[in-house]
């Protein structure tokens, strides 16, 4: 993972790339031609209003929604039109919005889903060590119901549970959403702690410009249309109706 | 009330509770994960049962005329699958649904038009009809046989369930199918063991039901289908342990009654069954036990 810090962004190779999506639900249209890009150890959010289809996109990466045009391509596969479970395996892992942890499953168990198609028993003793260092909450509750834990726990959970596939790609679906600012600081600081161990995230969030400011690129999604993509400092001037979808202001101009 | 009359009477609730458990687990570990209640699910009774009678014809030991009809059982609750659910799953609930009653009236006509629309009788070994004597009381054997078969069964389940990765996967696919595919959890995989595991009870019910009919008609299924019905509105379609508790409860009551009726209502008894069901529908939907599965479609 070091020599990759060292590359410049430009040269880092390309982990998953879409162009042209059309997503809709029954014959409603969510996504008009969404193309975009993630880099190897790239930090990327998608920025956007509720209903802008955000979560649309990342349910069509990780295979439970089927574009009706367009292409994906993960390290080097089509997998467009493939299975969850066939993009899980190659290396995709997506922690949906609202957590959807297991509730009635331990917290043991919850964990113990999130490897289930790449269980290997070393590999996964020390993935939980991992997971104990980055949440320890999880270690106190090991062995307690899913439902029993609190909004921030559970989002712990589903993290951890979104981790313990080893991803070379993770999606975070709004993380902070519901949380405490307390929680909501906590998250942060594990996304970038991510980051620096060299995960590739691409990451939607409530809170935009804080997203941002820890993204290496941002895309700015409206209506299911791409409207920006770029750095995040580029977007305001690049941009006129930006601030509306950034700071939640009402009126522009 | 005598000691014996007691003791009659939990060994009645029990092996009746005990066969009444197992059909009605056998529907909800489908339901559970495809939220499909499946009307064939009488029929696998029926077709194990044949398959029983067939394997009785040949001389082959008992033990393994019961072996096969349990695993035909399983087969064709896999093959069912296979072949007529899994070509709908992308579709509604309603199509699953239509295509269960389709495969259900089917396989009756299949039974009767190749095997024949009348009783046939089936010979099993003589331990299946012997009485014992216990505590002083003359019981049939099988009633003891089938307490002690559904709690070996009920363990090994509950193993399977809460220890093997393919049981937990099955657990986390009850409540949130689509979340368990996107932690890798394959569709195929779930759904295909539900319906082995469904096949396989219905293979155990089919031994012990037709040990007390004595014989296999096309439609020996649907009693026990109504039997696994009942005991899931009384227990709760979202849950295993509410399939148990259902079929044990729902044998409780119905001691209850034939001994506490007098002998002029004895023949209300069913009557008075389908009332507490309704009861049971209107006060109490989701049943006694709720569990967490979530409505949501399959696809
Ligand atoms: N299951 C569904 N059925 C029909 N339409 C849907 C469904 N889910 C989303 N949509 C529609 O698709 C569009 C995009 O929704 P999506 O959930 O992707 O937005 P989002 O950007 O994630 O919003 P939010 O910030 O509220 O999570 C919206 O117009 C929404 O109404
Ligand atoms: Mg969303």
């Not at chain 1, 879409?18 to 193309?35: P, T």
């Not at chain 1, 702690?193 to 409530?206: A, C, F, N, P, Y």
């Not at chain 2, 649904?97 to 038009?113: E, N, P």
């Not at chain 2, 509950?158 to 394959?186: C, D, H």
Request: aromatic letters at 8%; proline letters at 4%.
């Amino acid at each position: 993972m070091s020599e990759l810090k060292t590359t410049s962004q430009e040269e880092r190779e390309v982990i998953l790339s879409a162009s042209d999506l059309h997503v809709g639900y029954g014959s409603v249209l969510a996504l008009h031609g969404v193309s975009l890009e993630i880099k190897k150890g790239e930090l990327v959010s998608i920025c956007g209003i509720n209903g802008s289809g955000k979560t649309t996109i990342m349910r069509t990466l990780a295979g439970v929604l089927k574009p009706k045009s367009g292409k994906i391509t993960f390290k080097g596969t089509d997998i467009t039109g493939k299975k969850p479970e066939q993009v899980h395996k190659l290396g995709v892992a997506l922690v949906p919005q609202g957590r959807e942890i297991f509730p009635s499953l331990t917290v043991a168990e919850n964990l113990r889903i999130g490897a289930f198609g790449c269980y290997k028993p070393a590999q996964y003793q020390k993935d939980l060590e991992t997971m104990f260092e980055l949440f320890p909450i999880l270690k106190e509750r090991y062995n307690q119901g899913g439902g029993l834990l609190s909004g921030g726990e559970q989002q712990m959970l589903a993290i951890a549970r979104g981790l313990m596939s080893n991803p070379d790609l993770l999606m975070l679906d709004e993380p902070s959403l519901g949380l405490s600012p307390n929680r909501v600081d906590q998250i942060f600081e594990l996304i970038e702690e991510l980051k620096s161990r060299g995960m590739t995230i691409l990451l939607v969030e409530q809170n935009a410009e804080r997203a941002a400011s820890i993204s290496d690129r941002v895309y700015l999604l409206s209506n299911g249309r791409v409207e920006f993509s770029g750095k995040a400092e580029d977007m305001a001037s690049a941009i006129d109706v930006a601030s509306l979808y950034m700071g939640g202001k009402e009126e522009v101009k | 009330m005598s000691l014996s009359i007691v003791i009659e009477f939990i060994i009645n609730v029990l092996s009746m509770g005990s066969l009444y458990a197992l059909i009605a687990l056998g529907l909800v570990i489908v339901y559970g994960i495809c939220k499909l209640i499946n009307f064939a699910y009488g029929e696998y009774i029926t077709a194990a049962a044949y398959l029983l009678v067939f394997c009785a014809g040949l001389s082959l030991p008992w033990w393994v005329a019961f072996v096969l009809a349990i695993l035909g059982g399983a087969l064709i609750g896999f093959l069912s699958e296979l072949i007529a659910y899994r070509p709908f799953r992308g579709r509604s609930l309603d199509a699953l649904l239509v295509t269960s009653f389709g495969i259900s009236i089917i396989l009756q006509r299949v039974f009767q038009v190749f095997i024949s629309p009348r009783p046939k009788a089936v010979n099993l070994p003589a331990f299946m009809s012997a009485t014992i004597s216990l505590f002083g009381i003359t019981t049939p054997l099988r009633n003891i046989i089938v307490i002690i078969t559904t709690a070996v069964l009920l363990l090994v389940l509950l193993y399977i369930m809460q220890k093997t990765p393919l049981g937990i996967a099955m657990r986390a696919a009850a409540e949130n199918f689509t979340t368990a595919r996107l932690m890798g959890v394959n569709a195929n995989l779930v759904i295909s063991t539900a319906f082995i595991i469904s096949g396989f009870l219905a293979g155990f019910v089919c031994l012990f039901w037709v040990a007390r009919t004595g014989s296999v008609e096309p439609t020996l299924g649907a009693s026990p289908l109504l039997i696994g019905f009942i005991a899931v509105v009384v227990g709760g379609m979202n849950s295993l342990p509410g399939a148990v508790v259902g079929g044990y409860l729902y044998a409780l009551v119905a001691n209850v009654l034939s001994l506490a009726l007098p002998t002029s209502l004895l023949s209300y008894r069913d009557a008075i069954m389908f009332v507490i069901v309704i009861c049971f529908l209107v006060l109490k939907p989701e049943g006694l036990i709720r569990g967490n599965y979530q409505e949501e479609r399959v696809g």
